[in-house]
């Protein structure tokens, strides 16, 4: 069983930063998904098993950083210029299927448990 283990979420004000690791058990394609109240899970960030390419969504590209080390088996959203939208429980996930980072839900087997961002304005 792949476990992945979220840290890093918690408040920030608008214009601020915090970078949250998730700690996988394996080397697979990781993703980062957020999901806002009364809103649905939406694709963030994701990334190769190697690090070289990565996918970010539109409304985080140049604000948001996905990276991994530790052996490949961490990987860090470095979150910069939060914004009060940028609110929402945040999710790592993996997937060990595929080589390409994918942008749904489906493409990705499991999950963490989730971290709370909140950005003040």
């Known amino acids: 069983q792949v476990q992945l283990v979220e840290s890093g979420g918690g408040l920030a004000q608008t214009g601020g930063s915090l970078r949250l690791s998730c700690a996988a058990s394996?080397?697979?394609?990781m993703g980062w998904f957020r999901q806002a109240p009364g809103k649905d899970r939406e694709f963030v960030a994701g990334?190769?098993?190697?690090?070289?390419?990565?996918a970010y969504a539109d409304s985080v590209r140049g604000r948001f950083t996905i990276s991994r080390e530790n052996a490949k088996t961490t990987v860090y959203l470095q979150m910069n210029s939060l914004k009060p939208e940028d609110t929402a429980v945040y999710y790592c996930?993996?997937?060990?299927?595929?080589?390409?980072?994918?942008?749904?839900?489906?493409?990705?087997?499991?999950w963490g448990q989730g971290t709370q961002v909140t950005v003040s304005s």
């Open positions: 996930a993996a997937d060990p299927r595929y080589l390409r980072v994918g942008r749904s839900e489906s493409d990705y087997v499991y």
């Open positions: 394996g080397l697979y394609i």
């Open positions: 990334v190769t098993r190697g690090g070289a390419s990565t």
